[in-house]
């Protein structure tokens, strides 16, 4: 184990369940165990001090609480507690056998007297530790059963907590990904269509998403009027003006002319629009400029 590992005192209290209120210290404990297989060995080793602690009654006030109400909450823990009581049990009541110093041969074990069913009195003291081992041999792989279930659930629960804070991070990068989203979406219009003329696929198509913010609208002016044009735009199937301006085109160097404005994406459903434009002096016949929206849902 290494330097930066936790020490005895603090595993201890997190296996007692005095970590709890340091979220920072308890997940990072729990992460090292389950990374560091030394680690939780040791831990492995400080739970059974505890629970031989336990049965033993050598614990304090505190401590035993915190055993009974916390740290015994995991099955495995209760199995091994009752292994550790029935090894407490076995030992308490086989007292250990008297060895003598000389040895026992066996024209001695048959001088010696039999009880009336024909057997011998003796305890057979060899036959002792062979009860002792067997006992034993199933409390440890009990206690290893229960070592391994435990450990497993560490790992597990580790898992989890890892799971969760994935899914909160990729939660986090779906939110970054959505606000960093462009807030405005161009539209260039060039043709414009005699007002009821057109079909959808003839004309552009614009999608929007829900971080859209305004549409920049840009639209070929030819032979460009002094004056202002009035435009606006309009919903097919709708007299009404969803919105409406007034505006100076912008004209190039070149000769080229243009106007641009921008329009309020909030609102606008999926379906097919249309912007008039009139032309100066006093407003003439409106030129449409058709396009198909989609919006999200």
Request: aromatic residues 6%.
């Amino acid at each position: 184990m290494t330097g930066s590992n936790p020490d005895h005192d603090l595993i201890r209290e997190y296996l007692l369940g005095r970590l709890d209120d340091n979220e920072t210290t308890e997940t990072k404990m729990s992460e090292e165990i389950l990374l560091d297989e030394e680690l939780a060995e040791v831990a492995e080793s400080v739970e059974d001090e505890i629970l031989e602690e336990y049965v033993e009654e050598t614990l304090g006030p505190a401590d035993r609480k915190s055993v009974e109400e916390y740290f015994l909450r995991p099955p495995e823990r209760q199995q091994k507690l009752r292994f550790m009581r029935i090894l407490a049990q076995q030992l308490a009541s086989k007292p250990v056998p008297v060895v003598h110093d000389r040895a026992i041969n066996t024209s001695e074990a048959k001088r010696e007297p039999r009880s009336s069913h024909g057997r011998s009195e003796r305890v057979v003291w060899w036959r002792i530790p062979w009860v002792y081992g067997q006992i034993a041999a199933v409390i440890v792989l009990g206690v290893s059963a229960a070592s391994y279930v435990t450990l497993t659930q560490h790992k597990q629960a580790a898992l989890e907590h890892d799971l969760d804070r994935e899914k909160a991070h990729s939660a986090s990068l779906a939110k970054q990904a959505t606000q960093l989203q462009p807030p405005l979406v161009a539209l260039s219009l060039v043709a414009s269509r005699p007002r009821g003329a057109g079909t959808n696929e003839e004309i552009p198509r614009l999608e929007i998403k829900a971080s859209t913010e305004r549409i920049v609208v840009e639209i070929a002016v030819e032979h460009p009027r002094p004056g202002a044009y009035q435009v606006r735009l309009e919903a097919r199937g709708s007299e009404e003006p969803i919105w409406r301006g007034t505006l100076l085109p912008i004209i190039s160097e070149d000769g080229d002319a243009r106007l641009v404005f921008d329009l309020p994406a909030k609102g606008l459903n999926s379906g097919i629009y249309s912007i008039a434009v009139s032309e100066p002096p006093n407003g003439g016949a409106f030129k449409y400029y058709d396009f198909n929206l989609t919006a999200p849902r």
